[in-house]
Each structure stands twice: as structure tokens, then as C-alpha cells.
């Protein structure tokens, strides 16, 4: 029998591929962000090295498949295909929400790729309000079968709320993060789903033992969206613009964590290496994406994910070499002007 999440998965992933689900009348203001190009850059393009470490895993380039599916049948071969991508381009990847295979162990098949990407960074998922339901032991347990390197918590309100079956009772969970961040086995980081990590929200995470927040910005997928078009009238489609743009949430966030060892990674509607280094140059250690990753291996498997990924760093390498710069350390002491609609935002 498909279960209530199989089918929420399944749904989740055709509404994605084939409906209108991103944001209409906000975007991440990336192009609020400007650049110092430098005509007379002074290094070879052929210098730039984009490689990078993010908790004690290497990247060749800073780039982590956000977290897309897990726990229905066909989740396995998306998780697949855009794991081997993801191990020949030497980058990370983020897997779905592991509910499903905590209350059915039969499902961990479909998250399971360590058998064609041994070597990248891995994350798990939950949803922060599975940690009401499930104790640290049996989080472990299931981190430990798939070989995850690091455990994101999703926090989802905005999304839950216009969930048909969303659950909505948020309280306590800024002190079970706390808790859990203590009591996982691997590293744990915080991450939204489309619609932003704000100043205030980065702050009551400061203390914790998170290790990174991935920002999940908006601009680009809308999980108020998504879920508003599981309602039969549409229901809920008034919240597909909430949200912080995502260049604002990672000035937020950065602001907030600054003076930790805390990361932080831009994510949410990021689209291109262009906007990947104007990222990295507001300070993000890592970047990445969901939607262009799942569109590109259902249309073409995992040879379409692997051109994705190359095409991707290749622009970050010339928007590195159009600024100067050679390496990561270079592009975070590098400088951007803010400009228009995101610089207002800040100023507030
Ligand atoms: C089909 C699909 C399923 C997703 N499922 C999860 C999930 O289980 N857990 C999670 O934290 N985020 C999930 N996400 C959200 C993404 O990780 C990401 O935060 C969001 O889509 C915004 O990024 P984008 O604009 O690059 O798509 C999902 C995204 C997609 C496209």
C-alpha cells in the first residue's frame, strides 16, 4: 500500500516537473548585487581553483544538490542519477526528508547511493517537527544505514502552513534543535526549503551546535506554491511570494553567525555560476540548487546532471577570473555593491 508521504513524494516531484511553482513577484535580488570586474584581471583563467572543504568532506567546486527526494519508489533513481553526477563532479549532495524510511526501513533503497558516489558529502533531512516524534537513537540509526556525513533539519513553516496535512504546531523547536544538535553522530546544519533563514532566526540559532545554516532563500522554488496546487482550489496560493529574496536572507544569516565558525550556504532560486560568486562574495562557503537538478535528470538521467554541473562551474570559474580572483579565500575578501531593492532591504 503507497502510504500518505509515498504519495505527498510523488506528488511533490510531478508538481515540480511539470506545474508553476516558482516565485511570480519576488526574486533571490542577486541582480541587486554588483560586481568589480576587472578588465585587467592580472591571473589566467586557467589559475582559478574553485576547491574548497566544507565540514572535513572536499568539494572541487563549492556546490550541494539541495536536498530533493527520498522514501517513494521513484525517488531512488532521481537520488541515483544525481548522485553519480554529483561523485564525478566532486561536489555534495543533499538527500529528502528521511521520514519515510524512520517509520518504514524498507524505504532506505531509495536514499541509498553510497554504492555510486562513495566519496561525496552526503547529508541526511528531517523536518525540525520529526524531532518531537523520533529520539536522537533512531535518527542515528538511520543516518548511520545510508552513510550520511552531516544531518539537515528542514524549517518549513511557511510551507507547512498551506500544507494540506502540514503540521503546524512549531513550538519548542528552536530548544530540540538545541538538543539534537548535541546528541546526533554527525554534523548537524539548519536549512529552509524556499522561503528564507531571516536575522532573527539565525540568531536563536547562534548558540546552538549547528555547524551551518543553508539559507533556502526565495526566488526560486515556492514550497507555499508547490503545496498550495496540492489544495483542489488552489488554496493558499496568496503565500507563493512570502519570503526573504535569498541574497537578503544570506546577508541576515552571515550577519548573525558572524564571529562563530558557523557556514553558511546560498541556496533558493540560485541559477547559474554568475550568481553563485556574487554569493560566495557576500560571504556564502557553499552554494546550490534544486529544481535546475532535478528538471535536467528527469529530462536527461544523469549525463544531463553531469553537464548541468560542469556548464555551472565553468561559470563560476569565469566570473572568478572576471573579478580577479583565484581561489575562494580571494573572492570572500572581494567586495560587491549593492544596489536597488536590496540595498533598501539591508539599510532596514
Ligand atoms: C521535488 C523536491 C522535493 C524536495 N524535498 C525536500 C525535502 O524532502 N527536504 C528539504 O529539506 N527540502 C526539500 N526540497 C527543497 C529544496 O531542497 C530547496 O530548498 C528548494 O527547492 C529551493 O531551492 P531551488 O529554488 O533551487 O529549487 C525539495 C525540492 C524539490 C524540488
Known amino acids: 500500500m503507497v502510504s500518505v508521504i509515498e504519495k505527498r513524494k510523488k506528488e511533490h516531484l510531478e508538481l515540480c516537473v511539470k506545474k508553476d511553482v ?20 592580472e591571473i589566467s583563467m586557467s589559475e582559478v581553483d574553485l576547491s574548497t572543504s566544507f565540514l572535513g568532506k572536499k568539494f572541487s567546486f563549492p556546490f550541494l ?5 527520498g522514501g517513494a519508489q521513484v525517488s531512488k ?54 524531532l518531537k516524534q523520533f529520539t536522537p537513537e533512531k535518527i542515528n540509526e538511520a543516518l548511520d544505514s545510508i552513510e550520511a556525513d552531516a544531518l539537515a533539519i528542514h524549517v518549513n513553516a511557511a510551507q507547512e502552513a498551506v500544507q494540506p496535512e502540514g503540521d503546524v ?24 526549503v524556499g522561503h528564507g533563514i531571516s536575522f532573527e532566526v539565525a540568531s536563536a540559532l547562534r548558540g546552538t551546535s549547528i555547524k551551518a545554516i543553508d ?43 558572524s564571529g562563530t565558525d558557523k557556514k553558511v550556504i546560498a541556496s533558493g532560486g540560485i541559477r547559474n555560476g554568475l550568481e553563485a560568486v556574487k554569493a560566495l ?51 570572500h575578501s572581494e567586495k560587491a555593491l549593492l544596489l536597488g531593492k536590496l540595498r533598501d532591504w539591508v539599510k532596514e
Open 22 to 41: 516558482l516565485f511570480h513577484n519576488k526574486t533571490t535580488l542577486f541582480e541587486d548585487v554588483e560586481l568589480s570586474y576587472k578588465a585587467l584581471p
Open 65 to 69: 544538490a539541495s536536498a530533493i527526494t
Open 77 to 130: 533513481k532521481v537520488n541515483l542519477e544525481i548522485a553519480s553526477a554529483c561523485q564525478e563532479l566532486g561536489v555534495g549532495m543533499g538527500l529528502g526528508s528521511m521520514r519515510a524510511m524512520i517509520q518504514q526501513p524498507s524505504l532506505k533503497e531509495t536514499y541509498y547511493v553510497r554504492g555510486v558516489a562513495p566519496d561525496i558529502f552526503l547529508a541526511g533531512n528531517l523536518g525540525a517537527a520529526q
Open 169 to 192: 504546531d512549531f513550538t519548542g523547536l528552536i530548544t530540540k534543535i538545541a538538543e539534537y544538535s548535541e546528541k546526533i553522530s554527525v554534523p548537524v546544519y539548519v536549512k529552509e
Open 215 to 257: 539559507v533556502q532563500g526565495a526566488g526560486g522554488t515556492s514550497w507555499t506554491a508547490v503545496d498550495a496546487l496540492r489544495h483542489k482550489e488552489g488554496f493558499g496560493l496568496i503565500f507563493r511570494d512570502f519570503g526573504l529574496p535569498t541574497a537578503v536572507s544570506l546577508i541576515e544569516t552571515k550577519t548573525a553567525l
Open 281 to 331: 562574495v557576500l560571504g556564502a562557503d557553499l552554494c546550490g540548487n534544486a529544481l535546475p537538478l532535478l528538471k535536467v535528470q528527469q529530462k536527461k538521467g544523469t549525463k544531463g546532471v553531469r553537464e548541468y554541473l560542469l556548464n555551472f562551474k565553468k561559470e563560476m570559474q569565469i566570473t572568478s577570473f572576471l573579478i580577479g580572483c583565484k581561489d575562494i579565500n580571494e573572492i
